[in-house]
């Protein structure tokens, strides 16, 4: 059984251009949700996905989405990039039955500097 | 926005003692979670503690609820130089999926 995988684990972008960061899903488990985790802090909640569509969203504006993909895998894409998205970016998979019921396994996270 | 704090930030104790961190929070909750996160990586998840639950132990961790005080504690025994980490309290509701994040604790075990 593989565990969540994220990449690329480092990435350094400019201010205004755009990234995509990819996450494979725990073997079995098809809902994933990503967060943000500024250093110092907790992670915060940027959104979920569930057979492809966003099924919950944190409060992050609309330059930040996402896609699901059949195999359950997922993207994270921001747009004009800010200094203040520099961050480690997690993503963590469940079961949808689970909802808040069950644990979640994250991934190991990208680290993004925008510069 | 956090939901709680965890307290103290920082602890520093010599391996073999035990640890004591603790979690507030401000809103009802179905469950209550605790992570580690070595070196600002991924998030390992430790132990789950539903609210009609008091408390619950895995090995050296014991979790306490306190549902009327919104707060939770995590004790860790016999401690050891690879629980050196950050942990991390999320509190959850059935009904939603988003967890909700504490600060986190820094924990180091000095040898």
């Known amino acids: 059984e593989t565990g969540v995988t994220q990449s690329p684990t480092h990435l350094i972008k400019t201010r205004g251009q755009q990234v995509t960061l990819r996450c494979s899903s725990q073997s079995g488990h098809n809902t994933v949700s990503w967060y943000q985790q500024a250093l110092g802090q907790g992670p915060q909640f940027i959104f979920q996905y569930y057979r492809e569509e966003e099924n919950g969203r944190g409060n992050f504006p609309p330059r930040f989405s996402g896609l699901q993909f059949p195999n359950y895998s997922s993207e994270l894409n921001v747009n004009a990039l800010e200094l203040d998205d520099s961050a480690l970016y997690l993503c963590?998979?469940?079961?949808?039955?689970?909802?808040?019921?069950?644990?979640?396994?994250f991934g190991s996270g990208t680290r993004l500097t925008v510069v | 926005s956090q939901q709680g704090e965890e307290d103290p930030q920082a602890l520093s104790i010599q391996e073999g003692e035990n640890a004591t961190m603790n979690c507030s929070y401000k809103t009802s909750i179905n469950n209550l979670q605790w992570y580690r996160q070595n070196s600002g990586r991924g998030l390992v998840h430790l132990i789950l503690?539903?609210?009609n639950e008091r408390e619950k132990h895995s090995g050296r961790l014991r979790v306490t609820l306190d549902t009327s005080k919104k707060s939770s504690s995590l004790l860790i025994t016999a401690s050891r130089a690879a629980d050196t980490a950050s942990y991390f309290c999320a509190t959850g509701l059935d009904s939603n999926y988003q967890l909700i994040w504490g600060a986190g604790t820094k924990l180091i075990i000095k040898p």
């Open positions: 963590a998979s469940s079961l949808e039955v689970s909802r808040g019921r069950l644990p979640y396994t």
């Open positions: 503690i539903r609210s």
